[in-house]
């Protein structure tokens, strides 16, 4: 599968020093493709654009790194749940369900996201997720001020063709420059965002010790509907690094 688009992206954005790093392969036993994109010193020969390195672990994603005014990233869970305890960022991040479903818990509301909607994080929110074992989700992380989006969290619609320009931000490896066809394509992607309704589903949750367990047992009521597996531990599709959800 590595000899696709993976060798050539680097020549299609203008950057012949970008590389593919092949850290896992299904064909050898391994439960997922797994790779990166690294750019190297030199510029690339067409054989050297796609290394194989089996005994190296993919670099974690940290959103909070990049100065682009957004970022975006592909996330697969494979044969069981996943949980990530309370974390912030300091972007503001869209939580986008491809498939399957997302429990996020965030400034004393719950929120479980439908497909043609995303909850909104501002930067800085303490957050935790809760993902069900078919989930397959999109993340986008935003620069503080990058747009006029909402100070608090909420449930935003997503339009098909937001949802389809946060899929091929994700697609992009590496950074982009402000005026290069991705950088515009940012642009209208922020203000398509901006323009988002509000939609109200959320849950409020209290700081009662009974209520919040309340709150936690019908969280946990309806992971159990959705899939009847165990959980572990969280795993990434071919092209995407380790990320905080």
């Known amino acids: 599968m590595f000899?696709?688009?993976?060798?050539?992206?680097?020549?299609?954005?203008g950057c012949p020093q970008l590389?593919?790093?092949?850290t896992k392969v299904f064909q050898d036993g391994e439960p997922y493709d797994e790779g990166y994109f690294e750019e190297f010193d030199q510029p690339l020969l067409p054989e050297d654009r796609v290394q194989y390195r089996p005994v190296t672990r993919s670099p974690d994603f940290d959103p909070d790194r990049?100065?682009?005014p957004a970022v975006a990233v592909h996330l697969d869970f494979s044969d069981?749940?996943?949980?990530?305890?309370?974390?912030?960022?300091?972007?503001?991040?869209?939580?986008?369900?491809?498939?399957?479903?997302?429990?996020?818990?965030?400034a004393n509301g719950l929120w479980i996201v439908p497909p043609d909607c995303g909850v909104w994080i501002p930067g800085g929110v303490p957050h935790s997720n809760q993902v069900t074992s078919n989930a397959r989700l999109s993340y986008l992380f935003v620069e503080p001020g990058a747009a006029a989006l909402p100070l608090e969290c909420c449930t935003l619609s997503v339009s098909p063709m937001l949802r389809e320009m946060i899929l091929r931000l994700a697609?992009?490896?590496?950074?982009?420059?402000?005026?290069?066809?991705v950088g515009r394509l940012v642009r209208v992607l922020?203000?398509?965002?901006?323009?988002?309704?509000?939609q109200g589903l959320e849950l409020p949750?209290?700081?009662?010790?009974k209520i919040a367990m309340i709150a936690a047992a019908l969280?946990?009521?309806s992971s159990c509907a959705r899939s009847s597996r165990r959980p572990r531990t969280a795993s990434l599709s071919s092209t995407v690094n380790t990320v905080r959800l």
């Not at 590389?19 to 092949?22: D, Q, S």
């Not at 990530?84 to 997302?102: E, K, M």
């Not at 922020?190 to 509000?198: C, S, V």
Request: hydrophobic share 35%.
């Open 3 to 13: 000899a696709g688009w993976h060798p050539h992206n680097g020549v299609s954005l």
């Open 190 to 198: 922020l203000d398509e965002l901006a323009l988002m309704p509000k």
């Open 171 to 181: 697609d992009v490896p590496g950074s982009y420059g402000p005026d290069d066809h």
């Open 80 to 106: 069981y749940e996943a949980e990530v305890p309370q974390h912030q960022h300091r972007q503001g991040q869209l939580i986008l369900a491809l498939h399957g479903a997302v429990t996020c818990t965030a």
């Open 66 to 68: 990049s100065d682009c």
């Open 19 to 22: 590389g593919f790093v092949v």
């Open 219 to 221: 969280t946990v009521g």
């Open 205 to 209: 949750v209290s700081s009662h010790p």
